[in-house]
């Protein structure tokens, strides 16, 4: 994805250091060269989290503003993702709730149900809307996991680290998460296997 | 090995995290308990769709949405800070207001002198005959997101 | 787009100082709170209703209560003016000429049989949609049961965290969280403005004129029509006149909204909303030299006396609120809020250019 696909954890977080450095002494381009690293995962993650576009470009606003403004306290202790993570799957979980409350998001889900399920080549994409869909009725703290773990591809402990709890309260929810998941997608398990 | 421990590592066993002695317990229960065995079968069938969805891509839109809302609040907070004037009343504070812009121009962190504001004189009208039908121009509660009065008031009065 | 754009202003906005209207809220009360108040703000939209209401609102020439006949539906409302008792006893209906001189609605709408009818989303209830500020700065307090209009109620008081603020008295459906009454109490004690239903129907049988728009209604006069447009900050650059804003707004408020009010070949100027989740201040301003202010402004009160050199800022105070008034380097600056005391003047000290 990145020129930096293949340097080391390491060296991946001194880059990012160097870049927040270079931010704060007021270097325009540096923050726009971490927007351009993470502007689709912030992106991706809302929009699995809060289950609409025009929601998750908003959210992806507000997110990369308040890393701009946040950027002052940044401590150089944690990884700039880590913090970066922290802040966009908060952000979204609220919003999230958010409309949770109003009930609307079901309503929604409903509203972009098709018709009927094409077949052939098309049949991927629609396995896909339903896994989507799948992933949007569990509650947005299930939601923030799976897609830390799967869209994003944290390890346990960096999830661990970017939502603040033990590696067993992640392990557990992500157990939640896919058990709440079965009945959702055992019908697409099957369709896989035909 | 029993159920709930089965499940406790199951994670761990799809990431191949599972040393050698755990792994033959593991493999032993998953032989003999068709429950937990299903279980990791459904783990490992959600995270193989769940890893293959689409990544969709931010729009092109977001960066100069975020530009404009950075731009937008850095000029907000720039009203808060003593600002170099030249003319008018801020002429006698012009030398206090330099010695503090400097400081921020550079980056330091002086702690900041409160800033006094305008030089106001208020003079309270509210005893004026005529001063309640004015002081109408405050927002009703009606609405809570007022109309403007001010201005349907001073243009009723300029008809 | 530029909606858009200024909805977005907003939003970053209310995001601000930390203050977020999304309600990022920690404990399990709080969200309870503002799941409460965004059910109350939800059920004028969600619940189709007719009825009559009472309004009495406190100004300082004595107290006016207009009776209004209301139906909504969705996002529509259509409001019918009954009648309104002016100070002094005095009655008004539609079709009543107005007397000369009277300022408000009690000038040339006092023709028109219907206000207002049409989509609107709000009224009352949008001021909750800001239910995560309006927590940040008042503390929901559950006060008892009370009916109204035969309805029982749950009685709820929002009580400002911060002084010299108004408080407020919420009376919702216990069914159904329809906001059957509202009352502010001013922060020297006493109503400044009640709303409250005199009778209500929910789920009524709507005729389809309901909602049409009523006939007799008379279009304001061309010259007087306001257009409205949202504007940004950055937008402030464009104008021809020095734009004011306070670097330091009483507490617990925030900028939401800026637009651009025009009345065409007239009069242009600008207006800013500040808002702490229930109260308001509103920020007018418009070059000094329009000549139809500088022709009104002998003729106000207390605005014909020269400054005598320094800057002076004119005051009117009571019980709902204050207005203050400033020329700034050939900028009229109105300040109008619903809040007394100090925090206004300090507002008006802090004023700086935006532009």
């Given amino acids: ?194 | ?159 | 787009m530029k909606r858009a754009r200024a909805i977005l202003v907003i939003a970053g906005f209310a995001a601000l100082g930390g203050s977020i209207a999304w309600g990022l809220l920690g404990d399990v009360a709080a969200s309870r709170d503002q799941a409460l108040l965004d059910a109350i703000q939800d059920a004028e939209d969600a619940v189709p209703f007719a009825g009559v209401r009472t309004i009495a609102t406190d100004h300082p020439d004595g107290a006016v209560t207009t009776v209004l006949r209301v139906r909504g539906r969705g996002g529509e409302r259509h409001i019918e003016f009954v009648e309104a008792r002016l100070p002094g006893g005095e009655i008004r209906r539609p079709g009543d000429k107005p007397k000369r001189g009277e300022m408000g609605p009690f000038g040339w709408m006092g023709r028109i049989r219907g206000i207002a009818s049409g989509r609107v989303h709000g009224g009352q209830m949008a001021r909750f949609r800001q239910s995560g500020a309006i927590l940040q700065n008042y503390r929901l307090v559950r006060t008892g049961r009370e009916p109204v209009a035969g309805r029982d109620c749950d009685r709820l008081e929002l009580r400002p965290r911060s002084a010299n603020r108004a408080s407020y008295r919420l009376w919702a459906d216990v069914e159904n969280r329809f906001l059957l009454r509202f009352q502010v109490i001013g922060a020297q004690g006493g109503a400044v403005f009640d709303m409250s239903h005199d009778t209500i129907a929910f789920h009524p049988t709507f005729v389809p004129d309901d909602f049409a728009a009523p006939v007799d209604v008379k279009p304001a006069p061309a010259p007087f029509r306001i257009e409205r447009e949202a504007l940004s900050l950055e937008a402030l650059r464009g104008l021809n006149y020095r734009a004011w804003l306070p670097a330091k707004p009483p507490a617990g408020f925030q900028l939401r909204a800026i637009e651009r009010l025009r009345a065409r070949g007239l009069f242009e100027g600008i207006s800013a909303w500040y808002s702490d989740g229930m109260a308001s201040v509103m920020i007018v301003q418009f070059r000094a030299d329009n000549p139809i202010w500088v022709q009104l402004k002998p003729m106000l009160p207390g605005f014909g006396e020269g400054n005598g050199g320094g800057l002076v800022a004119r005051r009117i105070a009571h019980a709902g609120g204050t207005l203050m008034n400033i020329t700034l380097e050939g900028t009229e600056v109105f300040v109008a809020g619903q809040i007394v005391g100090d925090e206004m003047e300090q507002l008006v000290k802090s004023l700086k250019a935006a532009n």
Avoid at chain 1, 163 to 191: C, D, N, Y
Avoid at chain 2, 48 to 55: E, Q
Avoid at chain 2, 60 to 79: K, P, V, Y
């Fill in chain 2, 1 to 159: 090995m029993k159920c709930e421990l089965f499940r406790d590592l199951l994670l761990d066993y799809v990431d191949g995290a599972l040393d050698a002695d755990t792994l033959v317990d593991y493999r032993q229960h998953y032989g003999s308990c068709a429950g937990c065995a299903a279980t990791q079968k459904m783990i490992e069938g959600q995270e193989g769709m769940l890893a293959a969805l689409p990544h969709p891509k931010a729009p092109d839109t977001l960066w100069g949405r975020i530009q404009h809302e950075i731009a937008d609040r850095r000029m907000l907070t720039s009203l808060d800070r003593p600002r170099l004037r030249f003319g008018g009343w801020a002429a006698a504070a012009a030398a206090a207001l330099v010695a503090v812009s400097c400081v921020f121009a550079v980056g330091g962190r002086a702690p900041r002198r409160e800033d006094p504001g305008l030089p106001v004189h208020v003079v309270d009208i509210s005893a004026q005959p005529g001063a309640p039908a004015l002081g109408r121009m405050v927002p009703g509660y009606e609405n809570p997101v007022p109309a403007a009065p001010l201005f349907d008031t001073l243009l009723g009065a300029g008809k």
């Fill in chain 1, 1 to 194: 994805m990145s020129q930096f696909a293949d340097e080391s954890p390491e060296d991946s977080r001194d880059r990012e250091w160097a870049l927040v450095r270079r931010h704060l002494e007021g270097d325009r381009d540096a923050f726009r060269a971490l927007y351009e690293k993470y502007r689709d995962k912030v992106y991706a993650s809302a929009l699995r989290i809060v289950g609409e576009a025009s929601l998750a470009e908003d959210l992806a606003q507000e997110i990369f503003v308040k890393i701009h403004d946040d950027l002052r306290g940044f401590k150089f202790e944690s990884r700039f993702s880590t913090w970066l993570y922290r802040i966009a799957v908060n952000h979204a979980i609220n919003k999230a709730n958010e409309i949770e409350r109003r009930g609307r998001i079901r309503e929604r889900i409903a509203r972009e149900q098709p018709p009927e399920p094409p077949r052939g080549p098309d049949a991927d994409r629609f396995a896909d809307d339903r896994v989507i869909r799948a992933v949007g009725e569990l509650s947005p703290k299930l939601r923030a996991i799976i897609a830390l773990r799967y869209l994003e591809g944290l390890s346990y402990s960096e999830i661990a680290e970017v939502l603040e709890v033990s590696i067993g309260t992640v392990k557990s929810r992500l157990f939640l998460a896919h058990e709440t998941l079965r009945p959702m997608m055992q019908g697409l398990s099957e369709e896989d296997k035909a």
